[in-house]
Structures are given as C-alpha cells and as structure tokens.
C-alpha cells in the first residue's frame, strides 16, 4: 500500500521559500509514475501546483511556473517543492500525491490515488 | 480562469440519486476521456472516485459512477447515504494553458 507523508515549516515569512517533501512508502518512485503537489487555501478549492516524473520530468501550473521547483531524489523516495517569494496568498494546506496517470508536453491526466494527510503551511511575519 | 464550472450546491435525501456536473470545453472535457472526480470530507485530503470518465479505482462504491456528453461531464451517487456529505471536484485533461484544473467544487448535502 503506497502512502505519502508531508513534511516541512508550518510558517514561513513573506517573500522567503516554502519548501517541503514527500515521502514515499510502500512504492519505489524509480519504477514509475507521475508525482505531483496540491494545495488547498483555507476554505477555498483544490489548485494543481504541478507534477514530476521518476526521471525528473517537470510539469507546472501556469500560473505559479517562475516561483516553483519540484525535484525527486530517488535514493531516499521522495519528492520535493520549493515556492519562492511567498505572500499571504500562499498560505494553504499543501497535499503530495501519485498519480495514476501520466503528463505530455501540453497538461497532465490528473487522476491523483493516493494522497498525504496535508501539512497547512501559513505565510505570515 | 476557472475551465471547468461546477454547480455550487446539490443535495438529496437519503436513498436517492444525484447528479453533480461539470461544464467545460472542446478543449478539456469535451475532447478527451480523461475526467476525474474527487471526494473530500471535511479537514480530509481528497480521494480519487472515477478516472478516465467511468473508471473507479478499487475500493470506491458502485454508487458511484461517471459519464460525458459534450463538453460535460457528470458524476451520479444512487442511493445515496450520510456518508456521501462532502465537497466533490472534477478535473480534466486540457489542451489550453488553463489555471485552473480543478473544477469550482459542488458541495453535497444530504437532507
């Protein structure tokens, strides 16, 4: 059974990096499938943050492209994001999961089986 | 922008069945079998309930079940429970440089 479990700062001040892991059990991330991180701003919906292949292959969200860096260490199975430049708008729980499906070169299939518990990180001074 | 436009409330009595939809374009739902739906309790990380339109992972129940036509998606709970109270979000594949993958999210009330 394959889990997943956030770990990283719970608060980290304006304009400094959000930084965060995943750890996987029970699947080794050098076999395959598609990686990727959620988050969820307190009361609002669920935002797509992006996704990583095994190999390093990275897919981001438009939107959030020039501040975010998803990285995988396949030696200790896990995978990683780095947000840059944070704000407040960035305060969310941030959830990592595995992805069924696969990414190409104009989106993702999205189809997310296995999540974190989440880990609510709060930007504030 | 929001590409995938979801009702923002639907509820039901227990035993009935609901339908939730999500409206997107030739570019996303409308081209492509690869739709999803997720549950999410509340404070609970989302689960995966239907993938590629009609598929349900293992484990989930056969109330639930997915289906498209056009550019819309649908997700029906049959006879449905307490249980089945949680907010619900679809997703799709998509050709246009959308924002927004995730679907605006139905809320599900059950009476």
């Known amino acids: 059974q394959v889990q997943l479990q956030e770990s990283g700062p719970g608060l980290v001040k304006p304009s400094e990096t959000l930084s965060l892991t995943c750890a996987v059990s029970?699947?080794?991330?050098?076999?395959?499938?598609?990686w990727g991180w959620i988050r969820q701003p307190p009361g609002k919906g669920l935002e797509w943050i992006g996704s990583i292949y095994h190999s390093g292959y990275t897919y981001y969200n438009p939107s959030l492209k020039s501040r975010v860096t998803i990285s995988v260490d396949t030696s200790k199975n896990q995978f990683s994001l780095k947000l840059s430049s944070v704000t407040a708008a960035d305060t969310a729980v941030y959830y990592c999961?595995?992805?069924?499906?696969?990414?190409?070169?104009?989106?993702?299939?999205?189809?997310?089986?296995?999540w974190g518990q989440g880990t609510l990180v709060t930007v504030s001074s | 922008q929001s590409a995938l436009t979801q009702p923002a409330s639907v509820s039901g009595s227990p035993g009935q069945s609901i339908t939730i939809s999500c409206t997107g374009t030739?570019?996303?739902?409308?081209?492509?079998?690869?739709v999803s739906w997720y549950q999410q309790h509340p404070g609970k990380a989302p689960k995966l309930m239907i993938y590629?339109?009609?598929n349900r992972p293992s484990g989930v129940s056969t109330r639930f079940s997915g289906s498209k036509s056009g550019n819309t998606a649908s997700l029906t709970i049959s006879g449905l429970q307490a249980e089945d109270e949680a907010d619900y979000y679809c997703?799709?594949?998509?050709?246009?440089?959308?924002?927004?993958?995730f679907g605006t999210g139905t809320k599900v009330t059950v009476l």
């Open positions: 997703t799709s594949y998509t050709s246009s440089s959308t924002l927004d993958v």
């Open positions: 999961a595995k992805d069924l499906g696969y990414c190409d070169s104009t989106s993702c299939t999205y189809f997310f089986d296995n």
């Open positions: 030739s570019s996303d739902v409308g081209g492509y079998n690869y």
């Open positions: 029970g699947y080794s991330i050098s076999s395959g499938y598609y």
């Open positions: 590629e339109v009609t």
